[in-house]
Every structure is written in C-alpha cells, then in structure tokens.
T-cell receptor, first 118, second 111 residues
C-alpha cells in the first residue's frame, strides 16, 4: 500500500511555544489529507480536512487559529500547534487519500506524532 | 455514514482464530464495510473492506451477512502481534470524505 510519513515522531516542548508537524505522502500525490487527534485510550477524532491549494476545513470545536494547517503541495501537509499548552498534549495522526478508484482502499495513515507540552 | 457497534474488548488465545463482530444495522446500499486496526502508539492500518460479498486477503477474512446489517472480521491464526484496537467503519467508497472512528474493539491475544 501507499506510504505516509510524519515528522517528528515525538516532540516535547514548553508551554507557549509553537510546534510544526509534517505529513508526507511518499509514493503518491494526495489532494486531500486529514488530521486526527487521539487522547489516551480514546478513539481518533477528526480535526480538519486539508485540501491542496485551498483552506482547510475544520471540524466543529477545533480552533483554526490554534491549529494552523497548510497543504502547499500534493505530497505535504503541515499542522502547526500555536502557543501550545499542556492540554494540547496528544497523539496527532494524519492520513492521505490516494486518487485510486475502482473500489479499492484509498486512505493511508501516518505513524503519528506524540506531542507533550510541559 | 452509518454508525457501527462493536464490543469494547475481546481476548483470544494465540494460534486460534479471532472473530470480531460489528453491527451496522443502518447501513445504506452504497456503503462499504471497512476494517482498520491500531497497534499501540501507531497510526491505523488498513485491513480489509467489502460491500456485500465475503472478502479475504493475506491479513484477514471479512464475512458480511446477507442483509448487510452485521459483519465479522476473522483473523485465522492470531498472533501476539495482532493485539490492537480494531475499528469497523461503514462509509461510501471514494467519497473523498474522512473516516469516522468509533470506539473499536480492543483485542488482546494471549499466549
């Protein structure tokens, strides 16, 4: 299947700093990428849908000014957590959608980024 | 997308078949059944999906009832590495929209 990478895999930062997380589709072009957040022992919650060349669509309750998403190319989307606070500590996961048709699976997930805000 | 119901947890002995059920009684005619799993601290991994016929691949088998209101994911010979949370999701294929994750089933494979 298609490969999606995330960088960094783990980050620890001080409260008030900003953190950028990269999501890359390594062997395919992704017009759409999705960003999820997962708290311990909870399920994945969609934060936003990122479309190449246009503004991201945020889910209800997700602050767009706090979680900045940029999808500048067909292989890269970035999530920036601005002015991070301890409550932003979470596991952030991206997924990328391939243009595959014909009934095949078309979404592949990155390995996740563990953010810890002190 | 239709909602799904899964048991929160299951145990399975190593080497035995693991049968994970999923109820999706409100599934629509154009919605597929997808299964993903998430091993601890990793991103979800695609397992298998189907519309109405049973499906099999190198990872698992998917059995969908004739009325499509429920399905079962079968791991034929579970190993310790199959310990994970398994998510059953129903959605329209190639819709371009996101996957909505429910609670999933936490499968513990025991030696």
């Amino acid at each position: 299947g298609a490969v999606v990478s995330q960088h960094p895999s783990r980050v620890i930062c001080k409260s008030g700093t900003s953190v950028k997380i990269e999501c890359r589709s390594l062997d395919f072009q992704a017009t759409t990428m999705f960003w999820y957040r997962q708290f311990p022992k909870k399920s994945l919650m969609l934060m936003a849908t990122s479309n190449e060349g246009s503004k991201a669509t945020y889910e209800q309750g997700v602050e767009k000014d706090k979680f900045l998403i940029n999808h500048a190319s067909l292989t890269l989307s970035t999530l920036t957590v601005t002015s991070a606070h301890p409550e932003d500590s979470s596991f952030y996961i991206c997924s990328a959608r391939t243009p595959a048709g014909g009934g095949g699976n078309e979404q592949f997930f990155g390995p996740g980024t563990r953010l810890t805000v002190l | 997308d239709a909602k799904t119901t899964q048991p929160p947890s299951m145990d399975c002995a190593e080497g035995r078949a693991a049968n994970l059920p999923c109820n999706h009684s409100t599934i629509s005619g154009n919605e597929y059944v997808y299964w993903y799993r998430q091993i601890h601290s990793q991103g979800p991994q695609y397992i298998i999906h189907g519309l109405k016929n049973n499906e099999t691949n190198e990872m698992a088998s998917l059995i969908i009832t004739e009325d499509r209101k429920s399905s079962t994911l079968i791991l034929p010979h579970a190993t310790l590495r199959d310990t994970a949370v398994y998510y059953c999701i129903v959605r329209v294929n190639n819709a371009g929209n996101m996957l909505t994750f429910g609670g999933g089933t936490r499968l513990m494979v025991k030696p």
